[in-house]
């Protein structure tokens, strides 16, 4: 597949961890930022083909594992008891709200349906102008123009019977509050690729500046993998840090400016609480008030008690790095993508699945 | 299609009465000839000896007409190949309908007409059957439950006690068509594509293997729900040895490639209607890949894999670029990615 198996080629991949194993001379800590590099990693086994010096760390990027309990609960609360039709994407479904996941209250009659694009959502809402559509618009930058762009069509369609539960959010905020945090001491970062797609470089410069610390934005492939590692540890052997981008082939520097200013239509920045991490200040969207009959939030005025998370679960140490899935005692006993305590281990991109389904042949 | 009364099915067609007799009468049981079925009685009576595979499943897909196929055809190959996969030579099979209210009888009329096309092609017979009818929101059109008999090749012994460290893995054909074709036609998930399912009888492939390599065949499963990986997992952990998996010649149809990466699916995890999967001595692999691709429905036919003492109960993929990673089996279903 064009544009695809050229950065699954074996012979590459041998030369850049020839690369690697030349170039890194000490021991260092890079965090991937997104869930899907992390989902990559694992899958493609990569991380027990890595030069033993270098450990990398897994971020908060999983938009499904970093979701507020309370905002499940509100999704669950709207199924049920509002009797919306509430959409979602799929691995949404699955992540366990404080008494139940979506999929439960699927299960016990709540119409909850699993769709690709919000667009779907729009279409339903027009064919059903019975009923309430709900889409739970979760995600980081990269799902956020498909969602803002759901609420402008449905605007234009003069929809009354569409909204969003808007739970977007962004990942500047969240590494500075990773480097705040300190104690996974990460030395480099690979930015998110797709996140850049939409962003662009310019909000990470500052990032860069600020904590002297190296950041190559990268894309999901296992040669883009080993390459965005390989421009890092050249930086730290340097004692450089800069910003640089490995994903060049779909990452402008301007990211893509119509996507941004569907956004800005629809969304303005909000502090956020993340879940396993706590409130993040200006780390969130929310939609705009002069928008406020296509939000969930205000339109249903729901007022759900907030629940405590599960007091066996990690989730928050691994999502800030600190920990990896199986130092957690629950990893594989209490805690399967059958019987989740923790979001990590239902997305296959949180770190906790990742690390389940894609264990390395040798750590097991 | 025959000339009837009604155009849609009703709970009266499931009464047992009057609409019944019709519906039966109105060409099904003509569709469906044999003298077996011809006596019209409560069940089928026959002379049987032998050793013999009896086996059932039921069919309740959606949407019930897809590309390359219908639940009718899948409802006479998926019985015919459980029976396949037990070494066995299908001949009868039940059929029973659960028909719900409102189906039309011009696509029951093209289901039935693809049972008989298919039992043709499988060279089986419709001996028995039933139809009920449940009221509209009760079923999904329809649901197909089919049996069936064989009896077992005299050159077969299928069973996963058989496999042994350094057997070889083989596939048919490529994996995950069918599951790929279906989501492609799958309300609220529609993408263009050429692809058609591989629904397909494999009983005269599997016969041909056996004709020639008997006993050799150490265990045919074939990867329906689940897909490859968890056929796999089942044979790792029943068998109590280790499955080395190899992702390179593993054959996948580019299309379905794509369509995996687009929506974030493993192909090892898909459904598959016309693929087995034989577990062979090392020495003859070659051989029996080779013969294989000389037979219907084996064109694609690859090693894909080992059974190894390494690693009990585990199934380890070797990928393409070297690195290596348990596969697991499936959890629940597979649920598409976000970003």
């Not at chain 1, 509100?74 to 139940?100: H, N, Q, T, W």
């Not at chain 1, 492939?221 to 060049?248: C, F, H, R, W």
């Not at chain 2, 849609?8 to 079925?37: A, C, M, R, W, Y």
């Not at chain 2, 577990?279 to 692999?285: H, M, N, R, S, T």
Request: aromatic residues 6%; glycine residues 10%.
């Amino acid at each position: 597949m064009k544009y695809l198996s050229e950065f699954r080629d074996p012979e590459v991949v041998e030369h850049y961890l020839e690369e690697l194993h030349k170039v890194a001379t000490r021991p260092w800590t890079i965090m991937e930022i997104c869930g899907g590099q992390t989902h990559s990693l694992v899958k493609n086994g990569l991380l027990n083909l890595l030069p033993k010096q270098i450990t990398m760390v897994h971020g908060p990027g999983c938009p499904v594992c970093v979701t507020p309990l309370n905002l499940i609960d509100k999704a669950v609360y709207l199924a049920e008891e509002k009797g919306v039709i509430l959409c979602s994407f799929g691995d949404m479904i699955r992540v366990p709200g404080s008494s139940r996941s979506l999929l439960e209250a699927k299960a016990n009659g709540a119409d909850v349906r699993i769709l690709y694009s919000p667009l779907e959502a729009v279409k339903i809402a027009q064919e059903q102008p019975e009923r309430q559509v709900v889409f739970f618009a979760v995600g980081f930058e990269t799902t956020a123009p498909a969602n803002a762009l759901s609420v402008l069509h449905a605007r234009r369609l003069g929809l009354t019977n569409y909204s969003i539960l808007a739970s977007h959010v962004l990942v500047p905020p969240a590494m500075e509050a990773v480097i705040n945090d300190g104690e996974a001491q990460i030395q480099g970062f690979l930015a998110a690729g797709h996140v850049c797609t939409i962003m662009g470089l310019e909000e990470y410069e500052p990032i860069v500046q600020r904590y002297h610390i190296p950041m190559v934005v990268t894309g999901f492939e296992p040669v883009d993998l080993l390459q965005g590692i390989l421009m890092t540890v050249k930086q730290l052997e340097n004692g450089e840090a800069k910003l640089e981008n490995q994903y060049s082939r779909v990452v402008k520097a301007n990211g893509n400016p119509e996507a941004r200013k569907v956004i800005e239509q629809v969304f303005e920045v909000s502090d956020r609480e993340w879940r396993g991490i706590g409130n993040i200040p200006l780390s969130g969207w929310e939609v705009k008030a002069s928008l406020a009959e296509f939000d969930a939030n205000r339109k249903f005025s729901i007022s759900i008690a907030k629940a405590s998370e599960c007091a066996d679960c990690i989730a928050g140490q691994v999502l800030k790095g600190i920990k990896k899935p199986f130092e957690c005692s629950q990893f594989g006993k209490g805690c399967t993508p059958i019987t989740p305590l923790g979001a990590p281990m239902v997305s296959s991109e949180g770190a906790c699945a990742a690390y389940y389904h894609f264990a390395e042949a040798d750590a097991v | 299609m025959p000339k009837l009364d009604f155009d849609v099915i009703t709970l009266g067609h499931g009464s047992g009465g009057i609409l019944t007799n019709q519906l039966l009468e109105s060409g099904v049981f003509d569709l469906l000839k044999n003298p077996l079925l011809d006596e019209h009685h409560d069940g089928a009576m026959f002379e049987w000896s032998g050793r013999t595979a009896f086996s059932t499943d039921s069919y309740v897909i959606s949407p019930i007409f897809f590309p390359g196929g219908n639940i009718g055809e899948l409802a006479v190959n998926g019985t015919v190949n459980d029976l396949a996969m037990c070494g066995a030579v299908p001949k009868y099979l039940s059929l029973s309908f659960i028909l719900e209210e409102g189906l039309t009888m011009k696509e029951f009329w093209e289901i039935l007409v693809s049972i008989r096309r298919a039992a043709e092609k499988a060279g089986v017979s419709i001996v028995t059957g039933d139809t009920k009818v449940v009221e509209r929101g009760k079923g999904d059109k329809i649901f197909i439950n089919t049996s069936g008999l064989g009896h077992i090749h005299p050159q077969a012994h299928i069973s996963t006690k058989n496999v042994r460290a350094g057997d070889k893995i083989i596939v048919s054909g490529a994996i995950a068509t069918h599951g790929i074709a279906i989501m492609s036609v799958r309300e609220g998930l529609e993408f263009e594509t050429t692809l058609t399912s591989d629904s397909a009888p494999l009983n005269h492939t599997v016969k041909a293997l056996l004709d020639e390599f008997g006993t050799d065949i150490h265990l045919l499963k074939d990867p329906t729900r689940g897909g490859v990986a968890s056929v796999l997992n089942e044979v790792a952990r029943d068998s109590r040895l280790g499955v080395n998996l190899f992702q390179q010649p593993i054959p996948v149809l580019e299309e379905v490639r794509g369509a995996c990466e687009l929506l974030g699916l493993d192909p090892l995890y898909v459904a598959n209607e016309g693929v087995f999967m034989a577990f062979v001595p090392a020495g003859k692999a070659e051989e029996i890949v080779q013969k294989l691709r000389t037979l219907a429905y084996g064109q694609d036919a690859a090693v894909i894999g080992e059974v190894t003492t390494e690693h009990p109960k585990q199934v380890v993929l070797h990928s393409r670029i070297g690195g290596k990673r348990v596969v697991n089996m499936l959890v629940g279903e597979q649920l598409p990615r976000i970003c």
